[in-house]
């Protein structure tokens, strides 16, 4: 564990400590794992009334120039030359075996794209932007941004205060406003399967403006802990568990964003072969038919023994009441209504495979 001197802050670290969080290293950063009320209060305000996480430890950057998209798909399966103004598009950035460099966002706007990239990965994504772009275009990391989410089925209600044109906009779609003078980014996405928004925003007014989405009296603060619980109810994949270098979007359960007329990006050859022909691997949602947690790595065996593949994230659902994990294992095996079951220290522990999310997305289609 990095010591508390050596960790980046954000600029709602104030904020955090006032609001009585409890604090963790996360991708270098000091970020709020929890509040006084706890994981599960958090988890269930989110769904049912609106939360705010300051998810500013993500990296974001633009690429300006006329031939921005049509590089930028050059390194991912997206259709990026496609998307109108205002529109995003969730993409991987892949590598030469087809494998996942990191998950992204990408907003197509006039002049520019702009890309959201994981915290723990966005050093390496900027190098490998820096190395793969040519000199037909501009590439800026904007290092003075920060970045909240207001997620929740009250976030319309309480951005309209605030911002009432962002209200208009739909799911994954994006547009510069201001927001009582403060210049910021709106965008209808997010990732707890809630409707909501991403607001991206100078470091120097980050504080002021999220003071501003908590005066509204259904908003709290919401941290790191109820985030990863309510991105694996949605079915959501994290880098580095569901996503990584050696796992392609296929095996990944994400052939929704491969485009066919899109060739041109790393590992093309075999994500599309298997796409056409199916992986040897497969995500499934797993439901735990005992009180016990299922964890990450945990071995998923069939009734023999045999192994079938391993868990990627695992914990209890406060909506389900129950534990639920996410597992890669061979396709065969990932029948709905399945049973299989985890080596959970050295004991087996039931599991039926179930379809994704484990409960409905509720995303504003306008």
Known sequence: ???VTSLKKTHLNDLHARSGARFIAFAGYEMPLQYEKGIIQEHLHCRNH?????????GQCLVKGEAAAGELEKLCPGNITRLNNGQQQYTVFTNADGGTIDDIVITKFENHLAITVNAACKEKDFQHLQKHLSDRVQFQILHEHALLALQGPKAANILFNLAPEACELSFMHAFYTEIEGIRCMIS???YTGEDGFEISVLNQHAAELA???????????IGLGARDTLRMEAGLCL??????????????????????????FPGAGTILYQLQN??????????????????????????????????TSGGFSPNLNKPIAMALINSEAAIIGSTVYAQVRNSPVELTVCDLPFVPLRYFRG
Do not use: C, K
């Not at 609106?50 to 993500?58: E, K, N, P, Q, Y």
């Not at 979007?249 to 041109?264: D, K, S, T, Y």
């Not at 009180?291 to 192994?307: F, H, K, W």
């Open 188 to 190: 209808r996405s997010g």
């Open 239 to 264: 880098y580095g568990h569901e996503l990584t270098e050696t796992i392609t979007p296929v095996e990944a359960g994400l052939n929704w964003i491969i485009h066919g007329n899109n060739r041109r």
């Open 50 to 58: 609106a939360g705010l996480f300051d998810i500013s430890h993500m």
């Open 1 to 3: 564990m990095p010591t």
């Open 211 to 221: 003071e501003l989405i908590l005066n509204e009296s259904e908003v709290e603060l």
């Open 278 to 311: 199916g992986a040897d691997l497969q995500r499934t949602g797993l439901i735990v038919n005992a009180r016990t947690p299922v964890r990450e790595n945990a071995l998923i065996v069939d009734e023999q023994g045999s192994p079938l593949g391993h868990v």
